[in-house]
Every structure is written in structure tokens, then in C-alpha cells.
Nanobody, 124 residues
Framework: QVQLVESGGGLVQAGGSLRLSCAAS????????MGWFRQAPGKERDVVAA????????YYADSVKGRFTISRDNYKNMVYLQMNSLKPEDTAVYYC?????????????????WGKGTLVTVSS
């Protein structure tokens, strides 16, 4: 089992930046892929970014390419999402997710563990 806790959400003006963090605990000695997903009110949960166990492979949704950066620190069991040039349409609850395995996973149904989410609100 892996427990995931997100932090770093909040209210920011359009054009601003936020850095989300995800702390993993539990069975963290195994290799696992990580991802950030988001769900806006009335919409489905979609992938934002994903990273494989080593950090050598990443995936970004088209809507965030060039603005968001996913990274991880396996020594600290942390995953981060640096969000720059935020837009009102980035407003959503952001979830951290994990899946055991060596390759890159970036779909909701592929992930095994989920955090409870952190709210990001971007004002215009």
C-alpha cells in the first residue's frame, strides 16, 4: 500500500505560479510511476502530467505543455508539479496518483493509489 498526500494548492491570479507537492509513504521501496490528474467542477478527471519511476520519461497533457513541469525526488519520496503561467481554466482539484511498475503510465484507470486532492483556484 502507498499513501499519498498532496499539498501546495491555493488561490492565485492568472499568470501566477504554484508548486504542488505529493508525499508518498508506505510501500515506497518499490518502483512506481506517478502522475498528477485534475478534475474541474462538472468535468471528468483528466491527466495533467506523469513521470516514470526513474524520472527519465514524462508525459504532459497538451493543455499544460510548456507551462507545467513534473519532477520527483525518490530519496524523499516526493513528486512535484511546478505550474507556471496559470490560467483560469487550470482551476480544479489536483490529485496525485501512483502505480507500481517501471514504465510510464498516464491514464486514470492505470493508477492504483490516489491522494485526496488539493484545490487550485486561478482568478482572472
Amino acid at each position: 500500500q502507498v499513501q499519498l498526500v498532496e499539498s501546495g494548492g491555493g488561490l492565485v491570479q492568472a499568470g501566477g505560479s504554484l508548486r504542488l507537492s505529493c508525499a508518498a509513504s508506505g510501500r515506497t521501496s518499490s518502483s512506481y510511476a506517478m502522475g498528477w490528474f485534475r478534475q474541474a467542477p462538472g468535468k471528468e478527471r483528466d491527466v495533467v502530467a506523469a513521470i516514470n519511476w526513474s524520472g527519465g520519461s514524462t508525459y504532459y497533457a497538451d493543455s499544460v505543455k510548456g507551462r507545467f513541469t513534473i519532477s520527483r525526488d525518490n530519496y524523499k519520496n516526493m513528486v512535484y508539479l511546478q505550474m507556471n503561467s496559470l490560467k483560469p481554466e487550470d482551476t480544479a482539484v489536483y490529485y496525485c496518483a501512483a502505480r507500481y511498475g517501471l514504465r510510464l503510465y498516464y491514464t486514470s484507470d492505470a493508477m492504483d493509489y490516489w491522494g485526496k486532492g488539493t484545490l487550485v483556484t486561478v482568478s482572472s
